[in-house]
């Protein structure tokens, strides 16, 4: 079975910018996590989506936003970006929701100049 | 096993010694821990979990101890690799009710010298 993959691996952003990251899940797997990683805060959870509905959300301004297709796809959206954004954004997946057996994608490296 | 800012804990052990992590966690409610593996240019790897109604469970070369009185968590790691050479988190989840949002530690550093 294919891992989660994450795309692009790599971005560099401008302040103001906006940024959409995208996940796919491991094939049958109908939950999808998103996590930002900074050496500072370390791992924090952003939001979780299972059948395209967003079940839970962690401590992140609006500007932070997400959503989940009908193939489990998901993508996570960043507008107005600002340095304190640069991060690794991960993405993890589960079979279900409310699982903490989740299996996380490489990230995402995005830079904020 | 919590670290502020750019410096992780770290923790140098000798090929075939044991390694001993540990994490104090936030919030006395948590019911459910989980200890991750992050190697370098990787996701974290899940390595095992644990509900606050047990104070030790056992996987392969791994064992996780919980001591709630003190909120403290630990991983054990038999027999240690050069493999295992790896950032180790530990989670919490402490939403409450059938709720789902995991707190991570900031990691600790785990180095094997052959």
């Not at chain 1, 299972?50 to 500007?63: A, C, Y």
């Not at chain 2, 409610?29 to 990787?42: L, M, N, R, T, V």
Request: net charge positive.
């Amino acid at each position: 079975k294919a891992g989660v993959t994450q795309t692009p691996r790599y971005l560099i952003k401008t302040r103001g910018q906006q940024v959409t990251l995208s996940c796919s899940p491991i094939s049958g797997h109908r939950s999808v996590s998103w996590y930002q990683q900074t050496p500072g805060q370390g791992l924090q959870f952003l939001f979780e989506y299972f059948s395209e509905t967003q079940r839970n959300k962690g401590n992140f301004p609006g500007r932070f936003s997400g959503r989940q297709f009908s193939n489990s796809r998901s993508e996570m959206n960043v507008s107005t970006l600002e340095l304190g954004d640069s991060a690794l954004y991960l993405c993890a997946s589960s079979f279900v929701t409310h699982t903490y057996e989740q299996y996380f994608g490489p990230g995402t490296r995005l830079t904020v100049t | 096993g919590e670290s502020v800012g750019l410096h992780l804990p770290t923790l140098s052990v000798q090929e075939g010694d044991n390694s001993i992590i540990n994490c104090a966690y936030s919030n006395s409610a948590s019911d459910y821990f989980i200890w991750y593996k992050q190697e370098s240019g990787k996701g974290p790897q899940f390595i095992i979990d644990i509900r606050s109604n047990m104070d030790k469970r056992q996987g392969q070369r791994v064992t996780v101890l919980l001591n709630k009185t003190v909120k403290h968590l630990s991983l054990q790691i038999a027999a240690t690799q050069p493999g295992d050479s790896a950032v180790y988190f530990c989670a919490e989840n402490n939403s409450g009710g059938s709720n789902y949002k995991l707190t991570f530690g900031k990691g600790t550093l785990l180095t094997v010298n052959p």
